[in-house]
C-alpha cells in the first residue's frame, strides 16, 4: 500500500492593505503641496498668463470713483499748503457703472469673455483668483494755484482709514498701500492774478490693489520749500469727507459748510 504524499501549504504572507492605503494618501498630499508650491512660484507671470490671457480680448474699463468738482473760472481759492503740510480726501473705489456698462458686461459674461487682465506685481494671488472685488489705480488729478508752478513738489499716497478717538474716519498715515513724490505740470493751465494754475498728476506705473469694500484717502503733503494753494472745487461734492492733518497723526476734519477740495481718481476693472 502506497503511502501518501504530505500536501505542502505555501507560506502565503498577507497583504498588509493598510499600510499601502496610507502610502498612496501621503503621496496624494504631497502632490498637492508641490501643486500649491507651483502656483505660488509661477503665479505672478507664468499662472497670470494662462489663467488670463482671454481676457486681453477686451479693453479695461475705466470709471470715475473721485471727482468732487473743477475749479471756478474767477477768483480761484483753496488750502495753503506750506512745507511738510497734509490734507486729505476720502473716495470709494466701488465703480458706479450705467445701464448700458452694467448690459454690456452682462453680455460678454454669457459670450464667455471678461474684462480681466495680465496682472502685475501689485496683486497677490488671491487677487488674481477673486477679481472681482477690486480695481486698479489708473490716474490722479488735482489743480493746484503757486506763484512759481516748476517748483511745486508734493508726496501723493493712497491710504486706509483708520478712527480717531471720537472714532471719525481719518486718514491711516501708517498704512498707505502706494505713494509717490512728483512735481506739478510746468506748463500753466490759466492764470490767476500772480499765481498759475497748474495741475499734479500721478499715473502709477505698478498695479495698486483698491479694495471695492474699503474708503480710501488721497493724502497730498507738500515738499518742497515752494507753497501752493490745492484749489477748491465750484460747487463741490464730498460724500466720503476731507481732511487736514494738524500734528503727526491727528487730523481735523472738514465740516459741510467748508469748500471742498477739487480732485479726481480714475480706476480700471480687473
Same mark, same amino acid.
Given at each position: *500500500?502506497?503511502?501518501?504524499?504530505?500536501? @505542502?501549504?505555501?507560506?502565503?504572507?498577507?497583504?498588509?492593505?493598510?499600510?499601502?492605503?496610507?502610502?498612496?494618501? $501621503?503621496r496624494?498630499v504631497?502632490?498637492?503641496? =508641490?501643486?500649491?508650491?507651483?502656483?505660488?512660484?509661477?503665479?505672478p507671470?507664468?499662472?497670470?498668463?494662462?489663467?488670463?490671457?482671454?481676457?486681453?480680448k477686451?479693453?479695461?474699463k475705466?470709471?470715475?470713483?473721485?471727482?468732487?468738482?473743477?475749479?471756478?473760472?474767477?477768483? *480761484? %481759492?483753496?488750502?495753503? *499748503?506750506?512745507? $511738510?503740510?497734509?490734507?486729505? @480726501?476720502?473716495?470709494?473705489?466701488?465703480?458706479?457703472?450705467?445701464?448700458?456698462?452694467?448690459?454690456?458686461?452682462?453680455?460678454?459674461?454669457?459670450?464667455?469673455?471678461?474684462?480681466?487682465?495680465?496682472?502685475?506685481?501689485?496683486?497677490?494671488?488671491?487677487d488674481?483668483?477673486?477679481?472681482?472685488?477690486?480695481?486698479?489705480?489708473?490716474?490722479?488729478?488735482?489743480?493746484?494755484?503757486?506763484?512759481?508752478?516748476?517748483?511745486?513738489?508734493?508726496?501723493?499716497?493712497?491710504?486706509?482709514?483708520?478712527?480717531?478717538?471720537f472714532?471719525?474716519?481719518?486718514?491711516?498715515?501708517?498704512?498707505?498701500? &502706494?505713494?509717490?513724490?512728483?512735481? &506739478?505740470?510746468?506748463? &500753466?493751465?490759466?492764470?490767476?492774478?500772480?499765481?498759475? =494754475?497748474?495741475? @499734479?498728476?500721478?499715473?502709477?506705473?505698478?498695479?495698486?490693489? =483698491?479694495?471695492?469694500?474699503?474708503?480710501?484717502?488721497?493724502?497730498?503733503?507738500?515738499?518742497?520749500?515752494?507753497?501752493?494753494t490745492?484749489?477748491?472745487?465750484?460747487?463741490?461734492?464730498?460724500?466720503?469727507?476731507? &481732511?487736514q492733518?494738524?500734528?503727526?497723526?491727528?487730523?481735523?476734519?472738514?465740516?459741510k459748510?467748508?469748500?471742498?477740495?477739487?480732485?479726481?481718481? %480714475?480706476?480700471?476693472?480687473?
Amino acid at each position: *500500500m502506497e503511502k501518501s504524499q504530505p500536501v @505542502i501549504i505555501p507560506n502565503i504572507q498577507p497583504v498588509n492593505q493598510t499600510k499601502n492605503r496610507w502610502i498612496w494618501v $501621503r503621496r496624494f498630499v504631497m502632490s498637492l503641496v =508641490l501643486v500649491a508650491a507651483a502656483m505660488y512660484l509661477l503665479a505672478p507671470s507664468q499662472l497670470s498668463q494662462l489663467w488670463f490671457e482671454q481676457g486681453n480680448k477686451n479693453d479695461k474699463k475705466e470709471y470715475v470713483v473721485l471727482q468732487s468738482g473743477f475749479p471756478q473760472m474767477d477768483n *480761484m %481759492t483753496g488750502l495753503a *499748503m506750506k512745507d $511738510r503740510t497734509a490734507a486729505a @480726501i476720502a473716495f470709494s473705489p466701488r465703480p458706479v457703472k450705467t445701464q448700458q456698462q452694467q448690459q454690456q458686461q452682462e453680455e460678454e459674461e454669457e459670450e464667455g469673455f471678461s474684462s480681466r487682465s495680465i496682472l502685475g506685481s501689485g496683486e497677490s494671488w488671491w487677487d488674481r483668483i477673486f477679481h472681482r472685488g477690486h480695481v486698479h489705480l489708473k490716474n490722479v488729478q488735482l489743480p493746484v494755484l503757486s506763484r512759481q508752478l516748476q517748483s511745486v513738489e508734493a508726496v501723493l499716497s493712497i491710504c486706509t482709514t483708520t478712527h480717531d478717538r471720537f472714532w471719525q474716519n481719518v486718514p491711516d498715515t501708517m498704512h498707505c498701500i &502706494a505713494s509717490i513724490q512728483t512735481k &506739478a505740470d510746468p506748463e &500753466a493751465v490759466a492764470e490767476n492774478g500772480e499765481e498759475s =494754475l497748474g495741475v @499734479i498728476e500721478w499715473t502709477p506705473s505698478n498695479v495698486i490693489v =483698491l479694495k471695492k469694500r474699503q474708503v480710501y484717502w488721497l493724502v497730498v503733503q507738500s515738499m518742497g520749500s515752494e507753497a501752493f494753494t490745492w484749489v477748491s472745487a465750484q460747487d463741490g461734492v464730498d460724500p466720503w469727507g476731507s &481732511a487736514q492733518q494738524t500734528s503727526h497723526d491727528n487730523w481735523k476734519l472738514f465740516s459741510k459748510n467748508e469748500p471742498v477740495l477739487c480732485a479726481m481718481a %480714475t480706476v480700471t476693472e480687473h
